[in-house]
């Protein structure tokens, strides 16, 4: 299972923390960041955070990086204008 979620994470130093955050409490998923374009406002100027698993608990993971003040929904397919 993959999920992609998007966040307003766009330094790298920060995207590290979190991935370190993550992955300890999360070990047996692999999750990384593709930071992106940020000349938009949040959503459409945002990074994308992929986890890949065999179960991963998307709302937990949601909920613990808005609990650390990130912005961070699903990726939706949509287009912004």
Request: glycine share 8%; net charge negative.
């Amino acid at each position: 299972m993959v999920q992609e979620l998007i966040t307003n994470v766009k330094l790298e130093g920060h995207s590290e923390e979190i991935l370190h955050f993550l992955k300890n409490g999360y070990p047996t998923l692999k999750i990384n960041f593709d930071l992106e374009d940020f000349n938009r406002p949040y959503p459409c100027g945002h990074s994308i955070l992929r986890i890949e698993g065999g179960c991963i608990d998307t709302v937990a993971i949601i909920r613990q990086l808005r609990s650390k003040g990130i912005k961070c929904d699903l990726l939706d397919d949509k287009i912004c204008v």
